[in-house]
DNA sequence: GTCGTTCTTGACTGCGCTGTCAAAAATAAA
DNA sequence: TTTATTTTTGACAGCGCAGTCAAGAACGAC
């Protein structure tokens, strides 16, 4: 939900929570039975929409890689708007992780979905010969998702779209490059 | 201050601030004005110790490419209570970014003291060889701010010290990597 | 010991919060 | 049109919040 995305979790009130859905208190604790409720599906939904969004990213694009460098670029090129909103599944984490563990579910839930999209972008173009066989797509998953996280807090600190363009470039050109030579 | 760390702004009430500072009220208002400014006050001296925490990082390891090592595999190797803690800089500005412009202004200046530290040091590498001259050492500070922050968010949402250890090395890896060969 | 300053502490104001209650209104089915 | 169900809405309970007030306690200087 928009609300709780905009102005997290304690600083939601659940007026503000009837108006941004349009229904009356009743139906709200009817539904979802109390506040907390209504945010984990909130939640969940989220999330489900930017695991869908990240599949159909691979989808759209010929080249994994391409659709790598399309999601990692994709945060520069975002409104601001958006960009200033960040993410509701990192915002969940920070502010809930040390006292809800059906947050910590969910998020763990979705880190995993994500971590073996990538994960599948890059064993596709290592099959493709877009990256180096030397890469270990495991890790390879897991650097990619932390540097979309990573990606996501500078936006929300303000960080200008060139600044998350030259982040990400580097991110994608760690994936391109070489490995390492025998000296190192 | 802790608790704010624990638990963020709004979730930290002035109780709980008053029995963690050992003081009373009124010294609590005396000093700081009101909750919002003591937060602020919280915030930058966490930020002071976090900059001056880097630079002895940097001090302490003759190689400047083995600093960066020890800053990115030193979020694995923190306790278990330390990486679900997390990073109150960041926590700031998921929580408050949105309706705090002095907290946004904090964030801006603390991550332009981390990326010209990073900035420096992999300038220092380069100098020494340790990494290739073709990296940019302005984009390469970003970047392992970027990294930095990405590892914060996947040690909160309970990945393991492997997993954290595997992003870190591959990150490592993408300094030290030779660019990509021609047919890229 | 006295005095002035600072701090602590209990009490309190004013307010907003979550969630419940129940009556009125709206809606759908017969 | 009537009836049953669902939703809305205002009122409210119970509570916690941030911040203020003022009296008592503690402390330091003389």
Redesign the pocket.
Known sequence: MAVFWEHGYEA???????QAM??????????F????GLYLAALERYQARQGAALLDRLRAVASPLGAIEDILLGVAGEAPEARARGCLGIQSIVEMARRDPDVVLLARSATAVCEAAFERMVAEAKRRGEVGPHVDERSAGRFLLTTLQGLRISARTGATPEALRAVAGFAIAALKASPPSASS
């Open positions: 939601t009130s659940t007026e503000q929570l009837l349009g229904i009356g208190r009743q139906s709200m604790y009817a539904a039975g109390d506040k907390h």
